[in-house]
């Protein structure tokens, strides 16, 4: 059974810092790109970052360009997503998410359950 587990959420003042980690099973993990996404409360669904299956190229979306560095260790299924410099905009519930494919920002396969990130002003 293919499992996405994120953890490392919580509570953060503006201009501090989170790491998100997600915890992957059941899938060959070295064999997907891993992405996060995010969806605040009234907002949609929306693309935050995704690394290769082999973690060399990454791409993010433009909101958190500089702020954010995604990363994974595939000795150990897991991929990561650092926050740095937060706005109170960061606020949503990230979702980890994997795909085939080299950089997507859609039509993922599988996604956690999501971890729950508040920023305060």
């Known amino acids: 059974q293919v499992q996405l587990v994120e953890s490392g959420g919580g509570l953060v003042q503006a201009g501090g810092s989170l790491r998100l980690s997600c915890a992957a099973s059941?899938?060959?993990?070295?064999?997907?790109?891993m992405g996060w996404f995010r969806q605040a409360p009234e907002k949609e669904r929306e693309f935050v970052a995704v690394?290769?299956?082999?973690?060399?190229?990454?791409d993010y979306a433009d909101s958190v360009k500089g702020r954010f560095t995604i990363s994974r260790d595939n000795a150990n299924n897991t991929v990561n997503l650092q926050m740095n410099s937060l706005k109170p905009e960061d606020t949503a519930i990230y979702y980890c998410?994997?795909?085939?494919?080299?950089?997507?920002?859609?039509?993922?396969?599988?996604w956690g359950q999501g971890t729950q990130v508040t920023v305060s002003s």
């Open positions: 059941g899938i060959s993990f070295s064999r997907y790109a």
């Open positions: 998410a994997a795909v085939t494919g080299w950089l997507p920002r859609d039509n993922y396969d599988y």
């Open positions: 690394i290769t299956y082999n973690g060399r190229m990454t």
